[in-house]
Nanobody
Framework: QVQPVESGGGSVQAGGSLRLSCAIS????????VGWFRQAPGKEREGVAT????????YYTDSAKGRFTIFRSGEKNTIDLQMNRLKPEDTAMYYC?????????????????????WGQGTQVTVSS
């Protein structure tokens, strides 16, 4: 059973930075995809960034490009999302999810329907 667990959310002023971490238990025998998603009140869940294994290709939604970076932290053995130059519109609940049998195109699509395992979420609040 794969179980993502998020940490690192919080409150920050616009222009600030936060780093989210996702610890994932379980073994993977096939290519897999780890994604960070977010959902603001009254809005649909949005794929922010995904990371494909074993290629380590990363994919970003347009609003995240140049500001967010998804990467594997060897130090913590987590999949992290470094968020810089945060904006009030980044305020949302952020979720880590795993697509346990993926392809590069599927991972690139950032379609939440492809992801089988979800964490509980961590809140990010950006004030102006």
């Amino acid at each position: 059973q794969v179980q993502p667990v998020e940490s690192g959310g919080g409150s920050v002023q616009a222009g600030g930075s936060l780093r989210l971490s996702c610890a994932i238990s379980g073994d993977f025998s096939r290519p897999y995809c780890v994604g960070w998603f977010r959902q603001a009140p009254g809005k649909e869940r949005e794929g922010v960034a995904t990371l494909h294994f074993p290629s380590i290709w990363s994919y970003y939604t347009d609003s995240a490009k140049g500001r967010f970076t998804i990467f594997r932290s060897g130090e913590k053995n987590t999949i992290d999302l470094q968020m810089n130059r945060l904006k009030p519109e980044d305020t949302a609940m952020y979720y880590c999810a795993v697509d346990a049998a993926t392809t590069a195109n599927r991972c690139m699509s950032k379609d939440a329907l492809n992801f089988d395992f979800w964490g509980q979420g961590t809140q990010v609040t950006v004030s102006s």
